[in-house]
């Protein structure tokens, strides 16, 4: 199914000339996906809501079970968010801790 105007580029890992649009389907379905604990996929400007108590290494705090955090963002390292919290500047959670809201 592709038009007659695509663009031809060579895939080097098949070795066959394949439709532009194609090859960039391809690497879409291919590229890796932040998923919560449950599975859910995670994008940037979610919120997630902690299911585990996690102790904040160099704040003294620790973040109870059930806290929701607004507006996260993804890392290049899928098990890895950025978060804003009060008072705790440049929070990273993993996402095995977190569920989508």
């Known amino acids: 199914m592709s038009d007659q105007n695509d663009d031809y580029v060579y895939d080097e890992a098949s070795g066959e000339w394949l439709p532009a649009s194609e090859l960039?389907?391809?690497?879409?379905?291919?590229?890796?996906?932040?998923?919560?604990?449950?599975g859910a996929v995670l994008a940037d400007g979610d919120s997630v809501t902690l299911i585990k108590d996690l102790k904040v290494k160099?704040?003294?705090?620790?973040?109870?079970?059930?806290?929701?955090?607004?507006?996260?963002?993804?890392?290049?390292?899928?098990?890895?968010?950025?978060?804003?919290?009060?008072g705790?500047?440049?929070?990273?959670?993993?996402t095995e801790f977190v569920r989508k809201r």
Do not use: H, Y
């Open 58 to 86: 160099g704040a003294g705090q620790t973040l109870k079970q059930g806290t929701v955090i607004r507006s996260i963002r993804l890392t290049p390292n899928i098990e890895e968010i950025d978060c804003r919290f009060d």
């Open 24 to 38: 960039a389907a391809r690497a879409a379905a291919a590229a890796p996906v932040a998923r919560d604990a449950s």
């Open 88 to 94: 705790i500047k440049g929070l990273v959670l993993r």
